[in-house]
């Protein structure tokens, strides 16, 4: 199949290069000016060039992943080739991020995960958290040209936050803890226990004190946590419940 027959290429997330160069020209840095007796120094700078060294390698080794209405094309670490859909009996995302595949009978593929919904011997294709695009685009690509063999199965966003404990890190400056624990635990209630009229108003009540200022204060939850918290939860109090999320044919 040729690049022109996929609709969507997924591309490795860059983002620990900074930190493995980072540690890798800072170990180098601390080995070269290290004097004689300094063996902790050493060990440490050593340490720091290997975690460093290894992320790298990773990074460079070869990687690719496409998804199109005749299949996929995979190319990583373990796993290299070009499948049609109907060499695999199903496929499924994870909460832990992994896209896995059942592969049919005959395939020759090492199965190494199960399949999150009946347990089968699956594969692991890909793991989503490397990823830059978002699951979400993933899982519409594979409900799009799959033929109703994938099934997201992840946990709803409401469901996780509804159960979910949410710490937030208590900073210098930061929103008054008590107001913010008051807007977490009547949204995660709502979510969890209440109807639409339930789940509007919890979050209303979020956008009228966002509006009106979260006060800050010395001790309080860290802000830039507080308000990834805040749009997620207002997020999952705007969509519609779901209790199926397998796509059909």
């Known amino acids: 199949m040729s690049d022109r027959g996929y609709d969507m290429e997924v591309h490795r997330s860059r983002g620990t290069l900074p930190l493995a160069v980072a540690c890798v020209l800072g170990g180098v840095t601390v080995l070269a000016l290290a004097g004689e007796g300094s063996v902790l120094r050493v060990l440490a700078a050593l340490g720091a060039v290997v975690l460093g060294g290894v992320v790298l390698v990773g990074a460079v080794r070869p990687f690719r992943f496409l998804i199109g209405p005749a299949g996929i094309e995979v190319r990583r670490p373990g796993l290299r080739g070009t499948y049609r859909w109907e060499q695999f009996e199903a496929l499924a995302l994870d909460d832990a991020g992994r896209l896995v595949a059942v592969p049919a009978a005959g395939l020759g ?67 008054f803890t008590a107001q913010v624990d008051q807007l977490v635990h009547r949204a995660q209630d709502a979510l969890a226990q209440g109807g639409p009229a339930e789940r509007r108003a919890a979050r209303a009540e979020i956008e009228q004190a966002r509006a009106a200022g979260i006060p800050v204060g010395l001790r309080g939850y860290d802000v830039g946590q507080v308000d990834a918290a805040l749009d997620a939860l207002c997020a999952a109090l705007t969509a519609e419940p779901t209790t199926d999320r397998e796509t059909t044919t």
């Open 109 to 175: 593929l090492r199965t190494t995960a199960r399949h999150p919904r009946d347990g089968r011997a699956a594969v692991e294709l890909l793991d989503l958290r490397q990823i830059r695009e978002s699951p979400d685009d993933v899982a519409a690509a594979l409900s799009r040209y799959s033929g109703g063999r994938f099934t997201d199965a992840r946990t709803p966003v409401a469901a996780r936050l509804a159960g979910a404990e949410i710490d937030f890190t208590v900073a210098l400056r930061g929103y």
